[in-house]
């Protein structure tokens, strides 16, 4: 199993510009979580799925931000239009129990 | 709402030495989690505590839960300089981990 997949791995955009992060789960893993890490805020969760229904997008800091999972092997993750306090790693994570977090993508709003 | 914190913020210590990061959680855990990101790296799963009281190790990690299952801590004997990272408790709450504020190891030889 390749493990969790997210695109791209480096994403340098404009304040304003709309991006899109991507995440495709492990296979049979019915759970998938969107996170942030940035020095100041540590890791938040940013909104979580469960059988690619949203439980939880109490996380999700603006309107700008909406997550998707159209289906079981993938997820979306928008910011539109991006600020350069959006500047952060963005982790997608998936679990039966414990967490497989997938390698991030490395987000740079100028 | 639930809050995880951990202490030290930061740590640097001389390999060969003991390491401790210690775990509160503002309520009751059913569970929690240990995880490690190396530099650059995402966070790596190691090792889920259920019961309280319970002692689990890893090699040179040991990891612990308080008896009353809001505490936990993790303690690495004799450090070396593959353990620099990050180390992270999480509890469970519902179907989301609640993660600590991390502590960073580093690791001089």
């Known amino acids: 199993d390749a493990g969790v997949i997210q695109s791209p791995r480096h994403e340098v955009t404009e304040m304003g510009q709309e991006v899109t992060l991507r995440c495709k789960p492990i296979?049979?893993?019915?759970?998938l979580f969107w996170y942030r890490q940035t020095m100041m805020r540590g890791l938040e969760l940013l909104i979580y799925?469960?059988?690619?229904?949203?439980?939880?997008d109490s996380g999700m800091p603006e309107d700008r931000f909406s997550a998707k999972m159209p289906n079981a092997s993938f997820s979306t993750l928008k910011i539109q239009p991006s600020e350069p306090r959006d500047s952060a790693v963005y982790f997608c994570a998936t679990k039966p129990s414990e967490q497989f977090f997938g390698p991030g993508t490395r987000l740079t709003v100028l | 709402g639930q809050q995880v914190m951990q202490i030290p913020q930061y740590q640097h210590v001389q390999e060969g030495e003991d390491f401790t990061t210690y775990c509160n959680s503002s309520t009751t855990l059913s569970n929690i989690q240990w995880y490690k990101q190396r530099p650059g790296g995402h966070p790596v799963f190691l090792i889920q505590l259920v019961k309280s009281g319970e002692v689990k190790k890893q090699k040179r990690l040991t990891f612990q839960f308080g008896e009353a299952k809001k505490n936990s801590s993790l303690h690495i004997t004799a450090t070396q300089t593959t353990d620099v990272g990050t180390y992270f408790c999480a509890g469970q709450g519902a179907d989301k981990l609640i993660f600590g504020t991390g502590t960073r190891l580093q690791v001089f030889p």
């Open positions: 799925f469960n059988n690619n229904v949203p439980i939880d």
């Open positions: 296979s049979g893993h019915d759970y």
